[in-house]
Nanobody, 128 residues
Framework: EVQLVESGGGLVQAGGSLRLSCKAS????????MGWFRQAPGKEREGVSCISSGDGTTNYVDSVKGRFTVSFNDAKNTVYLQMNDLQPADTGVYYC?????????????????????WGKGTQVTVSS
């Protein structure tokens, strides 16, 4: 059973930075994707970023391109989301997801397709 545990959320002023971490366990897959999603109050969950284990494909929602960077540490089975120049619109609960039923590149090409396993989320609040 895949388990995902997020950490690193918090309160930050506009223009600040945070780094989210998501540690995965229970993995036995060779080709999969790890992604970050967020949900703001009153809004649907949206895909923020994704990285594929197979070919290293990454993808980002347009609103975070140039500000957020996703990376994966194989040895630690941990995916990171470095978030710079945070804005109030980035506020929300950030969820880590793992896509394991299809190829990793599939999930990353279709960023809002969703994932197969989810963490419980971590709150990110950006004040103006």
């Amino acid at each position: 059973e895949v388990q995902l545990v997020e950490s690193g959320g918090g309160l930050v002023q506009a223009g600040g930075s945070l780094r989210l971490s998501c540690k995965a366990s229970g993995f036995t897959y060779a080709d999969y994707a790890m992604g970050w999603f967020r949900q703001a109050p009153g809004k649907e969950r949206e895909g923020v970023s994704c990285i594929s284990s197979g070919d290293g494909t990454t993808n980002y929602v347009d609103s975070v391109k140039g500000r957020f960077t996703v990376s994966f540490n194989d040895a630690k089975n941990t995916v990171y989301l470095q978030m710079n120049d945070l804005q109030p619109a980035d506020t929300g609960v950030y969820y880590c997801g793992a896509g394991t039923h299809y190829s990793g590149s599939f999930y990353c090409r279709a960023l809002n397709y969703g994932m197969d396993s989810w963490g419980k989320g971590t709150q990110v609040t950006v004040s103006s």
